[in-house]
């Protein structure tokens, strides 16, 4: 494939699909958009991370060749337009990709560069794992017990973008045919937004939820919902969620209806739990059963502010890895903003997009790598050498830069 900007590595090979797997070659060739602002520096750092984990794990046998894609500000210098079609072409061939953060443009085009990479490319799974690293500072007495992954469905809800302005033409349209259609009383000065939640966004995303707690050996599922009050899309995410369980996965679940009335209150060995909680009473029980969640699966909205809530938890978005994951493609992210006043000054913490590029090694079957970063951070943790935003929060720190923050991780791989 020719394209206009992006320079593919001669010495790598793309990933294939056969099956229904990917078929990673020893030197892939993996996408990379470095992002706006502080993207800059902190995609810097992790890529020579990843590098040098890789090579300290496989002595040379593997090795990732990085290919730049263009998003945001980069994007719009090279071709007037800020998601250009070959970046999304390019992930779309070579399936895992690698991406900081990106500036929304403001005023019309995008709603959000980061929405219409995932509708586009379909990645209907935003997946986000929180757990806590010892000696990190936390506003809560048990952090430790925050060990969850958050599935969020990506692509619907009101990140679909059906909206219409107050006072505009078409809004005064919808509004006169609900009021008189529907018998509704909605406010003439009223902006109106639409909430898609459909059966198949719920059972993809519920269905790739309780296989990560089956293949990963974790004890249950919750979906999270307000479906005491929007019952025909939250309520109905809820009613999908457990009609896919007991369908698709009856053998190895058991909901917690079940639980009660056939076992008793006594879990069976090797079965994962099914339950639901309402969406307020999770941010409750969040902070105070937070040991009681391993998997939650939820809509596109609560999963947002959920995912943030956990990761305040646990030090921050700075500790905190994302992705987005469709049926076979992975793009992995930061899942922080770009903070531009920061850019180019070399104080950002750069562990979110390094812990989300240890989810993609561990996507690609790179785990041995992946493992050795993680174990290099918690080290590298212990002996209190942070960034700055880490360093507010931990007495007795040595406070360095990104770039040296990701020398002493490399310096603490074995």
């Known amino acids: 494939m020719a394209y206009k900007h992006i320079v593919v590595p001669e010495k790598g090979q793309p990933i294939k699909k056969k099956g229904k797997k990917l078929v990673i070659p020893n030197r892939p060739i993996i996408p990379v958009i470095e992002g706006d602002g502080i993207g800059r520096d902190i995609m810097k750092a992790t890529r020579r991370v ?77 997946v986000r794992p929180v757990r806590y690293f010892k000696g990190v500072g ?83 599922v919750t979906l999270v919902h307000k479906g005491n009050i929007m019952k025909f899309t939250e309520g109905a995410f809820r009613d999908w969620g457990y009609e896919l369980a007991k369908k698709e996965f009856r053998s190895k679940i058991v909901t917690e209806d079940e639980l009660w009335d056939k076992y008793k209150g006594k879990m069976p060995k090797g079965k994962v739990l099914i339950k639901d909680r309402i969406a307020d009473s999770m941010f409750q029980q969040i902070l105070t059963r937070t040991d009681e969640y391993s998997v939650l699966a939820t809509p596109n909205l609560n ?12 030090g921050g978005l700075g500790m905190a890895a994302g992705a987005n994951i469709g049926d076979y493609i992975g793009l992995f992210e930061a899942t922080h903003g770009t903070a531009p006043k920061y850019a180019d000054k070399d104080v950002i913490n750069p562990s979110s997009v390094i812990l989300s590029a240890v989810m993609m090694l561990n996507y690609m079957g790179w785990n041995k790598a992946g493992d050795m970063i993680v174990k290099a951070i918690e080290t590298t943790l212990n002996k209190k050498t942070v960034t700055y935003d880490l360093h507010r929060q931990m007495k007795g720190a040595k406070k360095v830069g990104t770039a040296a923050f990701a020398d002493h991780i490399i310096k603490n791989m074995r």
């Open 138 to 220: 936390s506003p809560v007495t048990h952090p430790e017990k925050m060990d969850v992954i958050i599935f969020r469905e990506n692509t619907e809800d009101v990140y679909a973008g059906i909206e219409w302005k107050k006072g505009s033409k078409d809004v005064k349209k919808v509004i006169t045919w609900l009021n008189k259609n529907m018998k509704l009383n909605i406010r003439k000065d009223s902006g109106i937004g639409v909430k898609p939640i459909s059966v198949t966004g719920t059972k993809q995303l519920v269905r790739k939820a309780i296989q990560h707690a089956i293949d990963n050996k974790l004890p249950s």
């Open 50 to 126: 990843v590098d040098a984990a890789v090579e300290k794990t496989f002595k040379g046998r593997k090795k990732i060749e990085w290919m730049d894609v263009y998003a945001g500000e980069k994007a719009f210098e090279l071709y007037k337009e800020w998601l250009p079609k070959e970046t999304c072409d390019a992930i779309a061939k070579h399936f895992v990709a690698l991406k900081g953060p990106l500036t929304t443009p403001v005023g019309g085009g995008f709603r959000s560069l980061n929405v219409s990479l995932r509708q586009i490319l379909n990645l209907y799974a935003c």
């Open 303 to 314: 999963g947002d502010y959920l995912s943030d809530a956990c990761a305040a938890q646990v």
